[in-house]
């Protein structure tokens, strides 16, 4: 296989399943030509002019769209690992009998697993979006036929916009719709807050089908999906399973060290002048971010500041700040508990946003950038700050891109980790996969210390009389390497290209091998 | 002989199983571990360092390793071939690590030491990374009877590898005879300060402080008796002058109620003459005076109004058995505004006196008694240290 090196010195290759590939110039570098996608013509004289789109079945349905091989499926995550829908779809489609199919989820999940049969069987081909759990373990050891396309939430919506990906049915599994196929998640059973990443899908595939476990007369309000993309709607049992959509309560960290990696966030953050009024960040559900989000409310109150707008990931934590005051707007980009499902139904002030509004890179900018810190993960990072949120140290897949590529150029990207799990150290000379560009990367927070890259000259200066435990980057590898027992070893690979990482403009930014079992 | 070490259930973290088989065909060992790819080799070769120590020429070794680090892998494998063969005396020890080579001194703050099970290894290394004054590795309670041994060996590594980040170094020891062999595992290895538990007599004490300076010439190692029951609180005096490594008497609650016949309430009514008399003793004796745990690690407000209680008592310090409870109990002992004022100058005019070669110090037209001095550089030292005043406050009344 040809490989090219890119301009982060990584190399990928030239073709992915059949389609030639650009490698990664910069940020900024690559400008596209061209226009983008569009969906086929449709007339008002092939629908029913009452608006009733209702067939009896996902096989019906998946007939009336001509389903056959070789066609690219799409299904969304807003059910997480709670989702039924996409494996009563592929299972449906092996009993039609097609092979080959291409499926592009927006994120996929360990409830997913029964997709890996199908891919020994040859009903589906490959899986093009995000590996996660078992997925990821069955790519990683170089089963999957073609090649995984690993891409943010940003770049989903870019490579179907771009035409990169044309999907020929999209699947979209919505707690309540009416009979035309306007759809949303806030009720019902199965509400799961938003439905933003179904949004491209809707727009550009070739069909469109809602399945639904609750359907309600004509108008569905808020239409968050507009019926006038769907085709069919299908009413079934279960789309999914409730308390695996949602939890009932999201929870702060209770681990110290986690603690205190939260403490040392928010202290950086206050002190650096990030923390003003009208002020913006972007918090996850992670423990680590929800403790921040705890200690920023305190620290708020105190000095009674308030922030314009604050993207979720949104949680009770978030909505209690909403309900208090503290923030004028959530931009929801994904709801984790019962509080936010119910705040986003009921406050026009808890906003759900979309992959286009919030993270497209191919569009007329986007809100990331307006964000004024972002606090974010990762597997590992390199003393360039080059960092990896896909790949373990043994260079086993796990995890999806989600947001996080997207979330980087937010005005201060922040990522809390661990200087260490188990043993293994998170700086290393070189990440097993680059994700994200150091560039972008401004602060790591460890229990042992905060690291800030020297391009951040202004975030150091005005740290100059802190008390914060501000260390370089390898001042804090070198403390983890000898309580670790020295420089880890790397897994050794095989040539076998199982993946590929593409950054948010389209180019491949790293590629991903499969292990040696 | 067969050796086993460690632990191996589904949920144990950073520590390993180890079985030794002393029987065997030159060397075999098999490892399964967590972080194989990354350090497989390495603890292989550690294994092997460690037979050849103990030149151990044919045996199997068997681990599970759940991401232990070097030190803890070390001790399992010490534990295992002692256990298989109990013959076996030296110890393996790894280079002392130059993070562990600092002092204490007899005065230092002792405002918060946390305990760490003493065979729960996952704990150890970031502990001083939440800053309490002492670290307190336990070979007592929280260690089973049948794991003494276990426990023994890993603290004496930690010991010598993990960075306490400026901590003191503290073990618990056992009672009686159990303690003094617990002496002898870890002495030699820069401990700063041993707890001597259940403390009911001076002897008792004094028989610890013999056997350490037996042990060490060249340091002194301080110790604090905790006094857990109605004997030990009759005592106190006595045991707090019992010898001059003494540096703190300390309270511990649950074992006194437990003697006292009446369960410990939220007042915490029952203990408070007993709390009175243990500072009593210890100001008597020239020693600072330690305050029980507080043991609802959830409840942040009530440790706080704990260790308000407990400072207005005169107690200088608590025990911890959570890292997050570090910072509430020195908010605690923090000196208020008014407190640190008044003592800035009175620091102030002391430093004055001694310039100018006065013998007496005033402020305005008042004499300030030694005593009086003394205190107030404490407090300005308390407040130096927990950032209550800026380092110019010599200058001006900066707060």
Request: net charge negative; charged share 25%; aromatic share 6%.
């Given at each position: 296989?040809e490989m090219i090196?890119?301009?982060?010195?990584?190399?990928?290759?030239?073709?992915?399943?059949?389609?030639?590939?650009?490698?990664?110039?910069?940020?900024?570098?690559?400008?596209?030509?061209?226009?983008?996608?569009?969906?086929p013509?449709?007339?008002?004289?092939?629908y029913?002019?009452?608006g009733?789109?209702?067939v009896?079945?996902?096989r019906?349905?998946?007939?009336?769209?001509?389903?056959?091989?070789?066609?690219?499926?799409?299904?969304?995550?807003?059910?997480?690992?709670?989702?039924?829908?996409?494996?009563?779809?592929?299972?449906?489609?092996?009993?039609?009998g097609?092979?080959?199919?291409?499926?592009?989820?927006?994120?996929?999940?360990?409830?997913?697993?029964?997709?890996?049969?199908?891919l020994?069987?040859?009903?589906?081909?490959?899986?093009?979006?995000?590996?996660?759990?078992?997925?990821?373990?069955?790519?990683?050891?170089g089963?999957?036929k073609g090649?995984?396309?690993?891409?943010?939430?940003?770049?989903?919506?870019?490579?179907?916009?771009?035409?990169?990906?044309?999907?020929?049915?999209?699947?979209?599994?919505a707690p309540?719709?009416d009979?035309?196929?306007?759809s949303?998640?806030?009720?019902g059973?199965?509400?799961c807050?938003?439905?933003?990443?179904a949004?491209?899908?809707?727009?550009?595939?070739?069909?469109?089908?809602?399945?639904?476990?609750?359907?309600?007369?004509?108008?569905?309000?808020?239409?968050?999906?507009?019926g006038?993309?769907?085709?069919?709607?299908?009413?079934?049992?279960?789309?999914?399973?409730?308390?695996?959509?949602?939890?009932?309560?999201?929870?702060?960290?209770?681990?110290?060290?986690?603690?205190l990696?939260?403490?040392?966030?928010?202290?950086?953050?206050?002190?650096?002048?990030?923390?003003?009024?009208?002020?913006?960040?972007?918090?996850?559900?992670?423990?680590?971010?929800?403790?921040?989000?705890?200690?920023?409310?305190e620290?708020?109150?105190?000095?009674n500041?308030?922030?314009?707008?604050?993207?979720?990931?949104?949680?009770?934590?978030?909505?209690?700040?909403?309900?208090?005051?503290?923030?004028?707007?959530?931009?929801?980009?994904?709801?984790?508990?019962?509080?936010?499902?119910?705040s986003?139904?009921?406050?026009?002030?808890h906003?759900?946003?979309s992959?286009?509004?919030?993270?497209?890179?191919?569009?007329?900018?986007?809100?990331?950038?307006?964000?004024?810190?972002?606090?974010?993960?990762?597997?590992?990072?390199?003393?360039?700050?080059n960092?990896?949120?896909?790949?373990?140290?043994?260079?086993?897949?796990?995890?999806?891109?989600?947001?996080?590529?997207?979330?980087?150029?937010?005005?201060?990207?922040?990522?809390?980790?661990?200087?260490?799990?188990?043993?293994?150290?998170?700086?290393?000379?070189?990440?097993?996969?680059?994700?994200?560009?150091?560039?972008l990367?401004?602060?790591?927070?460890?229990?042992?210390?905060?690291?800030?890259?020297?391009?951040?000259?202004?975030l150091?200066d005005s740290?100059?009389?802190?008390?914060?435990?501000?260390?370089?980057?390898?001042d804090?590898?070198?403390?983890?390497?000898?309580?670790?027992?020295?420089?880890?070893?790397?897994?050794?690979?095989?040539?076998?290209?199982?993946?590929?990482?593409?950054?948010?403009?389209?180019?491949?930014i790293?590629?991903?091998?499969?292990?040696n079992? | 002989?067969?050796?086993?070490?460690?632990?191996?259930?589904?949920?144990?973290?950073?520590?390993?199983?180890?079985?030794?088989?002393?029987?065997?065909?030159?060397?075999?060992?098999?490892?399964?571990?967590?972080?194989?790819?990354?350090?497989?080799?390495?603890?292989?070769?550690?294994?092997?360092?460690?037979?050849?120590?103990?030149?151990?020429?044919?045996?199997?070794v068997?681990?599970?390793?759940?991401?232990?680090?070097?030190?803890?892998?070390?001790?399992?494998?010490?534990?295992?071939?002692?256990r298989?063969l109990?013959?076996?005396?030296?110890?393996?020890?790894?280079?002392?690590?130059?993070?562990?080579?600092?002092?204490?001194?007899r005065?230092?703050?002792?405002?918060?030491?946390?305990?760490?099970?003493?065979?729960?290894p996952?704990?150890?290394?970031n502990?001083?990374?939440?800053?309490?004054?002492?670290?307190?590795?336990?070979?007592?309670?929280?260690?089973?009877?049948?794991?003494?041994?276990a426990?023994?060996?890993?603290?004496?590594?930690?010991?010598?590898?993990?960075?306490?980040?400026?901590?003191?170094?503290?073990?618990?020891?056992?009672?009686g005879s159990?303690?003094?062999?617990?002496?002898e595992?870890?002495i030699?290895?820069?401990?700063?300060?041993?707890?001597?538990?259940?403390?009911?007599k001076?002897?008792?004490?004094?028989?610890?402080d013999?056997?350490i300076?037996?042990?060490?010439?060249?340091r002194?190692?301080?110790?604090?008796?905790?006094?857990?029951?109605?004997?030990?609180?009759?005592n106190?005096?006595?045991?707090?002058?019992?010898?001059?490594?003494?540096?703190?008497?300390a309270?511990?609650?649950?074992?006194?109620?437990?003697?006292?016949?009446?369960?410990?309430?939220?007042?915490?009514?029952?203990?408070?003459?007993?709390r009175?008399?243990?500072?009593?003793?210890?100001?008597?004796?020239g020693v600072?005076?330690?305050d029980?745990v507080?043991?609802?690690?959830?409840?942040?407000?009530?440790?706080?109004?704990?260790?308000?209680?407990?400072?207005?008592?005169?107690?200088?310090?608590?025990?911890?058995?959570?890292?997050?409870?570090?910072?509430?109990?020195?908010q605690g002992?923090?000196?208020?505004?008014?407190?640190?004022?008044?003592?800035?100058k009175?620091?102030?005019?002391?430093?004055?006196?001694?310039?100018?070669?006065?013998?007496?110090?005033?402020?305005?037209?008042?004499?300030?008694?030694?005593?009086?001095?003394?205190?107030?550089?404490?407090?300005?030292?308390?407040?130096?240290?927990?950032?209550l005043?800026?380092?110019?406050?010599?200058?001006?009344g900066?707060?």
């Open positions: 296989m090196k890119n301009a982060i010195n990584r190399y990928v290759p030239a073709l992915v399943n059949g389609k030639a590939t650009i490698p990664y110039k910069g940020i900024g570098k690559h400008i596209p030509t061209g226009r983008k996608a569009a969906p013509i449709a007339t008002c004289a092939h029913p002019s009452d009733n789109k209702l009896s079945s996902i019906e349905a998946l007939e009336k769209c001509e389903l056959r091989s070789g066609m690219v499926i799409s299904t969304h995550h807003h059910f997480r690992d709670g989702d039924l829908v996409a494996n009563i779809v592929f299972k449906e489609a092996e009993k039609m097609v092979k080959d199919l291409v499926w592009f989820p927006s994120a996929s999940f360990p409830c997913h697993a029964p997709i890996i049969e199908l020994e069987n040859g009903v589906i081909h490959h899986i093009e979006g995000s590996l996660n759990g078992p997925l990821g373990d069955f790519a990683s050891r089963k999957m090649t995984a396309v690993l891409r943010s939430h940003g770049g989903r919506y870019r490579a179907i916009q771009d035409d990169d990906i044309h999907i020929d049915i999209t699947i979209i599994a309540t719709s009979p035309f196929g306007n949303n998640g806030v009720e059973p199965s509400a807050g938003l439905l933003g990443f949004l491209a899908d809707s727009q550009y595939a070739d069909r469109v089908i809602v399945v639904t476990a609750n359907l309600v007369p004509f108008p569905c309000i808020p239409w968050q999906i507009q006038n993309y769907v085709d069919y709607v299908v009413q079934i049992d279960r789309i999914g399973i409730p308390e695996k959509i949602v939890s009932g309560t999201t929870q702060i960290t209770k681990s110290p060290d986690r603690l990696i939260a403490e040392m966030t928010t202290q950086f953050m206050v002190e650096s002048g990030i923390v003003h009024e009208g002020f913006s960040i972007q918090a996850g559900a992670g423990g680590v971010s929800l403790a921040v989000i705890g200690q920023l409310k620290y708020m109150k105190e000095k500041i308030h922030s314009r707008f604050m993207r979720g990931g949104s949680t009770q934590y978030l909505v209690n700040l909403l309900e208090e005051g503290y923030t004028d707007y959530i931009l929801d980009g994904q709801t984790f508990d019962l509080d936010g499902v119910r986003m139904r009921e406050n026009p002030r906003v759900w946003t992959p286009f509004t919030s993270y497209n890179y191919h569009g007329k900018g986007n809100f990331a950038g307006m964000i004024d810190a972002t606090i974010l993960g990762a597997t590992e990072i390199d003393l360039n700050y960092a990896n949120v896909v790949t373990h140290s043994d260079g086993r897949l796990l995890h999806g891109i989600g947001g996080w590529q997207n979330c980087l150029f937010g005005k201060c990207v922040i990522l809390t980790v661990p200087s260490f799990r188990d043993r293994i150290p998170i700086i290393l000379d070189e990440v097993t996969t680059v994700c994200g560009p150091g560039d990367i401004d602060v790591i927070v460890t229990e042992r210390g905060i690291a800030i890259n020297p391009r951040r000259e202004d150091l740290l100059k009389n802190t008390h914060l435990p501000i260390r370089t980057i390898e804090l590898k070198a403390e983890v390497e000898d309580i670790c027992g020295g420089v880890p070893d790397k897994p050794e690979l095989s040539d076998n290209i199982i993946a590929v990482v593409e950054w948010v403009d389209g180019t491949l790293d590629s991903i091998k499969a292990i079992d | 002989m067969l050796g086993e070490a460690g632990s191996r259930s589904a949920s144990v973290r950073s520590d390993c199983y180890i079985l030794f088989n002393s029987e065997g065909n030159g060397r075999e060992i098999k490892l399964i571990s967590k972080v194989q790819i990354m350090y497989g080799r390495s603890i292989i070769a550690l294994v092997n360092e460690v037979l050849d120590f103990y030149n151990i020429a044919d045996c199997t068997q681990i599970e390793d759940q991401g232990a680090l070097p030190f803890v892998i070390a001790a399992r494998m010490e534990c295992a071939i002692k298989a109990p013959d076996t005396e030296n110890e393996f020890l790894l280079p002392l690590h130059k993070s562990c080579c600092y002092l204490s001194n005065d230092r703050f002792r405002r918060s030491r946390l305990y760490l099970p003493g065979n729960q996952k704990f150890f290394v502990a001083g990374l939440h800053c309490p004054d002492g670290i307190i590795l336990d070979l007592e309670d929280s260690v089973a009877p049948s794991e003494k041994d426990a023994r060996i890993l603290v004496r590594n930690a010991l010598r590898e993990i960075d306490f980040k400026g901590a003191e170094r503290m073990v618990r020891i056992n009672q159990m303690g003094l062999v617990d002496l595992a870890v030699p290895h820069n401990v700063h300060l041993v707890l001597i538990p259940k403390a009911e001076a002897e008792e004490v004094q028989l610890v013999e056997t300076r037996q042990m060490v010439q060249d002194e190692v301080f110790l604090m008796p905790i006094i857990e029951s109605c004997l030990g609180v009759e106190a005096y006595e045991i707090a002058k019992s010898a001059t490594s003494i540096v703190a008497i309270i511990g609650l649950e074992d006194y109620t437990a003697d006292l016949g009446t369960p410990r309430s939220e007042d915490g009514l029952e203990s408070f003459t007993s009175s008399r243990i500072v009593n003793a210890a100001k008597a004796a600072q005076a330690i029980t507080y043991s609802d690690v959830g409840n942040m407000k009530g440790l706080y109004e704990d260790v308000k209680l407990a400072k207005k008592l005169g107690f200088e310090g608590k025990g911890c058995i959570h890292p997050r409870q570090i910072p509430v109990v020195h002992f923090e000196p208020d505004a008014r407190e640190i004022e008044k003592a800035c009175i620091v102030r005019a002391f430093q004055i006196a001694s310039d100018q070669g006065l013998g007496v110090v005033s402020l305005g037209t008042k004499m300030i008694d030694p005593p009086v001095v003394k205190r107030a550089i404490k407090i300005v030292e308390i407040a130096r240290k927990m950032n005043i800026d380092e110019n406050w010599m200058e001006g900066a707060l």
